[in-house]
């Protein structure tokens, strides 16, 4: 596959109008793989595709708006393009996809790889990229049911139990934003949290200032979170956050049978208002 990633990026590079290919290549401890911009057909013979690419790149095409673009997309990875091209953040012309199928990413830190997969690689069911318009491998059979059996334990707790675990977790929180610099769905010109009039949180590191912005920004990805899982990978404080997550995903999918980047065109349930709309609650 990876040759194969190599041999396209050199063709699109030589032949097409194109700024870069963005991919992978392999980090400086020659174990581990960091994100890649290819601008000529030499440079591509150093972008990779293996289980340590675990960086989500999709972010990285709203930078490159205006400029015609390949990247290499795993199956997440194309669903937040189909977000952003929903959100009209990026134009699909501008965009060439070359999808990657993906069995999952290994745990990896710099100078390690371990034999297991990353947590949210065993939940997921999406191993062939949702859009492409060229596709490295074979396509895969996809699991039929998605599930969410990693909410069970939690799930379990009562009402004040949950609040506690929140509590004790956001009182961890720094504030230092790697999870919203990480996410492909946060690309505000200007977060919530910097503005400061009106000021809707305050700058101290505190616990209600935390619970405040780590809960604001969850309802803020609810119906639109693509579970690449990169807040909660790049949190220095093992910030569980994909819990939160995907116990909002499966409320939204729950009651409007909806997953978000599965299609550029349909809109999340919660970016719409139908004023009949009866939701049974």
């Avoid at 989500?56 to 708006?65: H, I, P």
């Avoid at 230092?176 to 949180?201: E, K, M």
Wanted: proline letters at 6%; aromatic letters at 8%; glycine letters at 4%.
């Amino acid at each position: 596959m990876e040759e194969l990633v190599r041999q396209k990026a050199r063709e699109l590079l030589s032949t097409r109008q194109l700024e870069c290919v963005i991919g992978w290549e392999r980090a400086s401890d020659g174990l581990t793989s960091r994100p890649f911009f290819a601008y000529t057909p030499e440079e591509a013979d150093r972008l990779i595709y293996d289980q340590t690419c675990v960086n989500s790149l999709a972010k990285f095409l709203v930078d490159k708006r205006n400029k015609n673009t390949a990247i290499v997309a795993k199956p997440c990875d194309t669903r937040a393009i189909n977000l952003l091209l929903l959100e009209k953040q990026i134009k699909r012309e501008r965009v060439y996809i070359i999808g990657v199928t993906c069995a999952g990413m290994r745990e990896v830190s710099f100078g390690y790889m371990g034999e297991k997969l990353q947590a949210k690689c065993l939940l997921c069911p999406q191993h062939n990229p949702v859009v492409y318009d060229f596709l490295v491998g074979e396509p895969v059979a996809e699991e039929a049911v998605r599930s969410y059996e990693d909410l069970a334990e939690i799930d379990a707790r009562t009402h004040q139990e949950r609040e506690a675990f929140w509590q004790e977790h956001f009182n961890r929180c720094i504030r230092c934003y790697a999870c919203r610099q990480a996410c492909p769905g946060c690309y505000c010109q200007q977060c919530f949290v910097d503005q400061l009039d009106p000021q809707w949180v305050g700058i101290r590191i505190a616990p209600q200032e935390n619970h405040q912005w780590n809960t604001v920004r969850a309802f803020h990805l609810m119906g639109r979170c693509i579970e690449c899982g990169e807040c909660q990978r790049v949190c220095p404080v093992k910030i569980p956050m994909m819990l939160l997550n995907r116990h909002l995903l499966r409320e939204v999918e729950s009651k409007f049978s909806f997953q978000p980047g599965l299609s550029p065109e349909t809109p999340p349930p919660l970016a719409t208002f139908k004023p009949d709309e009866d939701l049974g609650i």
